[in-house]
């Protein structure tokens, strides 16, 4: 992939990200696609386009599990689950 592709993709996940449907999960994916999501390797990109086909009371569910410490949703993408629970807490702390 070119630089220019990996810019669109990030870009498309980006907005994907805010305009989810359910306005929890946008204030969850958004603040983590503008900062964490740039960061993560080509592997967990691409479970991020998997986790952006689940529904989001599905996933609303799988993350506020983690930060209640259950390891809820597919086992698949539950090393990206947790990611995405640890930004979401530290955003709460503060």
Request: aromatic residues 6%; proline residues 4%; glycine residues 10%.
């Amino acid at each position: 992939m070119t630089d220019n592709d990996d810019g669109q993709r990030l870009r498309r996940l980006r907005m994907r990200s805010w305009r989810r449907g359910m306005k929890e999960m946008d204030l969850i994916l958004g603040p983590f696609a503008d900062g964490p999501l740039s960061g993560l390797s080509a592997a967990m990109l691409d479970s991020y386009e998997a986790l952006m086909a689940e529904n989001d009371q599905d996933l609303y569910r799988w993350i506020s599990g983690r930060l209640s410490g259950r390891a809820d949703g597919p086992a698949a993408l539950a090393p990206l689950l947790d990611v995405i629970a640890e930004h979401a807490q530290g955003r709460l702390r503060g």
